[in-house]
């Protein structure tokens, strides 16, 4: 190798090495810590998505002969798990615990999520009237997710938590309008939409035109 050629080599290993310095240093890649939008954003979700996988399990447990009922509760139910596992592997990479400061009783009604006693019902009532409040319970839920994506949709945020933000804004929005359809179907509406909602914003949210299925 002549000396041009050694020297041209040298340079081209120290801007590779001078890029890898800059990239692991930027903020774009710096691992998030405790409190920021990224880690509040994956607890609080992994604990909303754990329990419309229970509400979509104990529906499914059911004797339940509304084939597309039961599609859409399987749906949830195995997208939602896989999602928990995307984000705990997140905090994994992270070197943070899965668990950390969780959500208040008030916050987590805020957030549409169900009470022990509306999750109880689902178990006791009769099937069609447990199918009922499911879509209920389930649109509430939903609505709620759509509130919580909202904070790390915007610029700053780590692009693989926001694209899954934008997947869940996506995906639970469709499930929203098909459950809400269903309900209309039995002859009911949904549940008000919890506090830290506002449907007529959530109408208007950017998802990036990406869904998750």
Same mark, same amino acid.
């Given at each position: 190798?002549?000396? %041009? ?19 692991? $240093? ?7 810590? #405790? ?5 509040? $954003?994956? +607890?609080?979700?992994?604990? !909303? ?12 447990? +059911?004797?339940? !002969? ?11 139910? /195995?997208?939602?798990? #896989? ?12 070197? /943070? ?11 987590? %009604? ?8 509306? /999750? ?7 099937? +069609?009237?447990?199918?009922?409040? $499911?879509?209920? /319970? *389930?649109? @509430? ?24 933000? @934008? ?9 929203? +309008? ?10 009911? @509406? ?16 950017? *998802?990036?035109?990406?869904?998750? !299925?």
């Amino acid at each position: 190798m002549s000396r %041009r050629s050694t020297l041209l080599a040298a340079i081209a290993l120290l801007v590779a090495a001078l890029m890898a310095v800059v990239l692991a $240093f930027s903020p774009r890649n710096a691992l998030p810590q #405790e409190g920021s939008p990224e880690v509040r $954003f994956v +607890r609080e979700m992994s604990q !909303h998505h754990a329990q419309a996988v229970d509400m979509a399990t104990r529906i499914r447990d +059911r004797d339940s !002969h509304d084939r597309t009922l039961r599609s859409v509760a399987l749906d949830i139910l /195995l997208s939602q798990q #896989e999602q928990i596992g995307q984000m705990r592997g997140w905090l994994t990479l992270w070197h /943070l615990p899965w668990g950390g400061p969780g959500m208040t009783t008030a916050h987590a %009604r805020s957030m549409g999520m169900a009470t022990p006693a509306e /999750l109880k019902a689902l178990d006791t009532l009769p099937t +069609r009237d447990a199918e009922r409040l $499911f879509l209920q /319970l *389930m649109i @509430r839920h939903h609505q709620g997710a759509l509130a919580m994506v909202e904070p790390v949709l915007g610029k700053g945020i780590r692009p693989e938590v926001r694209t899954l933000a @934008r997947q869940i804004a996506a995906t639970q929005a469709g499930e929203i +309008r098909l459950m809400t359809q269903m309900l209309a179907a039995r002859g009911a @509406r949904p549940l008000p939409a919890p506090a830290a909602s506002d449907p007529a914003s959530m109408d208007g949210m950017d *998802m990036g035109g990406e869904h998750q !299925h």
